[in-house]
């Protein structure tokens, strides 16, 4: 037996593939007793057939992958007449292919996703969520105001914060928490802007944002108090959220939308 039967055989009897009953497997080691050879280069063989065993053990190979594997990979051309060769190449072919659908596997988790467009359903939950449990912003476009707001409020990019909370799609979107003094209102109404690229908007709804915040439609929630106006400005789409009386949005927009006096 030479070098490379021995190891290979070493290697079957170490994954569980031979016994050490095995005649091939008495005679590697007897080898493996009076070659220098091998015996240096066995530790790091045995260690790389251990590796590979328990990388191969994480992932689910499907069933049929070996004989459809086999059935294309014509075997190489005889290099020796000996019986072992098939059965060391088959378990060779089969271990290499693991190895390539586990970096394969690998590989797919870190490809960039396609982000699923938002609707206007799930936009609208960003009224009821806790803002504690809102993620950072990682959006890769730059939040800003809407131009008519940027006369009635300062912007602090450390008020915006990501949504939605969960899922593929968590942080793209620009959340910024608001409120506004109402003549007549004992408190200052609240509500939530939410800012994200056009493209990310569902298509058939993109109809619904009118092309700048002051000929925006105040519309209601279906079922819920509250109202919400969409419109677009800069390839962005905002979407403002309020709860309670709808008619509080409607005066909310037509004071941020008044003209200003210079005086
Ligand atoms: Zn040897």
Redesign the pocket.
């Known amino acids: 037996m030479d070098?490379s039967d021995?190891l290979e055989w070493l290697e079957a009897a170490e994954l569980g593939q031979a016994t050490a009953a095995d005649t091939e497997v008495v005679q590697a080691r007897q080898?493996l007793t009076t070659?220098p050879?091998?015996q240096q280069e066995w530790p790091a063989r045995k260690s790389w057939a251990l590796q590979l065993a328990a990388s191969i053990s994480d992932v689910p190979i499907p069933s049929g992958l070996r004989e459809r594997l086999l059935a294309d990979v014509p075997m190489p051309a005889a290099v020796s007449t000996t019986a072992v060769h098939p059965r060391r190449s088959s378990r060779r072919w089969v271990l290499m292919s693991a190895l390539c659908l586990t970096l394969l596997v690998g590989l797919l988790q870190f490809w960039p996703q396609p982000q699923p467009p938002l609707t206007l359903v799930e936009l609208q939950q960003g009224l009821s969520v806790e803002l504690a449990g809102l993620p950072e912003f990682r959006g890769d476009f730059d939040p800003h105001l809407p131009a008519i707001w940027a006369t009635s409020f300062d912007f602090d990019r450390s008020f915006v914060r990501g949504y939605p909370p969960h899922g593929m799609a968590s942080g793209q979107v620009a959340l910024i928490p608001f409120q506004y003094p109402l003549a007549g209102q004992p408190e200052p109404v609240k509500g939530r802007l939410l800012i994200l690229p056009r493209q990310r908007f569902a298509e058939s709804q993109r109809t619904l944002a009118t092309q700048n915040f002051r000929q925006a439609q105040v519309q209601y929630f279906r079922g819920l108090p509250g109202a919400f106006l969409v419109w677009s400005e800069d390839d962005l789409i905002y979407v403002c959220l309020m709860p309670g009386d709808p008619e509080h949005l409607a005066r909310f927009q037509r004071s941020l939308a008044a003209p200003r006096s210079l005086t």
Do not use: A, D, I, L
């Open positions: 070098c021995t080898h070659c050879v091998c």
